[in-house]
């Protein structure tokens, strides 16, 4: 093989090689910067996974603010609420400014790790941006939780067939 191709070789070799080392840092990079959403029942009753109970994953929580569970410890940030999907209860607690939109009986996703003793701590707290907005993920899951205990859907959603 002559000088030339010889060089043209390795250059392709090389950037193949680049290529490769790229796209395996980048799955790397979004793998850890995953977090999938999960109801309250879905984690306590281990079909979230081991990681997820355990606190050693990063996860999004999503349901509704339970009805009187909302309370703020005085003289600090520190927020504490339940979420609910209907079959099961979650203490969270958040150390926060919360949405302006946040309040009892409001669908919330909130993201962060489970602690030892069953409480959630989230890093970040989402509220639904008007009265019939619900990300599509909680509402997929509270429509099946729904369906489950025969709760009648608003009729906006009945109407365009949607959880």
């Known amino acids: 093989m002559n000088p030339t191709r010889r060089r043209r070789l390795w250059f392709v070799l090389a950037v193949i090689a680049a290529a490769a080392l790229v796209a395996v840092l980048v799955g790397a990079a979004l793998q850890r910067n ?4 999960f109801t309250p029942a879905e984690v306590l009753d281990g079909r979230a996974g081991a990681d ?3 606190g050693e994953t990063r996860f999004r929580l999503g349901g509704m603010v339970a009805k009187g569970s909302f309370e703020r410890t005085p003289g600090s940030m520190e927020a504490r609420f339940q979420v609910s ?3 099961a209860l979650m203490p969270v607690v958040y150390s926060g400014i919360l949405p302006d939109l946040f309040r009892e009986s ?3 996703v909130a993201t962060g790790r489970m602690r030892a003793d069953g409480t959630f701590v989230a890093d970040e707290v989402l509220a639904k941006h008007d009265e019939t907005y619900v990300p599509k993920e909680v509402a997929d899951k509270m429509g099946l939780a729904h369906e489950k205990h025969d709760v009648e859907m608003p009729a906006t959603q009945a109407a365009d067939g949607s959880r």
């Open 85 to 87: 999907d209907g079959d």
């Open 52 to 54: 997820v109970a355990s």
């Open 34 to 37: 995953v977090a999938y959403l």
């Open 106 to 108: 409001q669908s919330v």
